[in-house]
Nanobody, 115 residues
């Protein structure tokens, strides 16, 4: 059973930084596309970034530059470095793991950016 555990969220002032982590278990991490999505209150979940098994990142529109996704296959961990945070970045951030047509999700970690 795939298990994804996010951490690193919290309350930060606008302009600050956070680094989210997601530790995976129950699957062959090196074969999976890993990603981060977020959901703001009252809005649909949106993709933030994906990273391929080979380590190639792909960012949703507007996320490149301030956000950086990376992975450590030995630690079975995917990271999201978020810089210059804005109040509109507030939301629950979810880790995902995809192999083929199957996608698994973590429980999420809350990020709150105050103005």
């Amino acid at each position: 059973q795939v298990h994804l555990v996010e951490s690193g969220g919290g309350l930060v002032q606008a302009g600050g930084s956070l680094r989210l982590s997601c530790v995976a278990s129950g699957m062959d991490f090196r074969l999976n596309i890993m990603g981060w999505s977020r959901q703001a209150p009252g809005k649909q979940r949106e993709s933030v970034a994906l990273i391929t098994p080979a380590g190639s990142p792909n960012y949703a529109g507007g996320m490149r530059g301030r956000f950086s996704i990376s992975r450590d296959n030995d630690k079975k961990t995917v990271y999201l470095q978020m810089n210059d945070l804005k109040p509109e970045d507030t939301g629950t951030y979810y880790c995902s793991s995809r192999q083929g047509v199957k996608t698994d999700w973590g429980q999420g970690t809350q990020v709150t950016v105050s103005s």
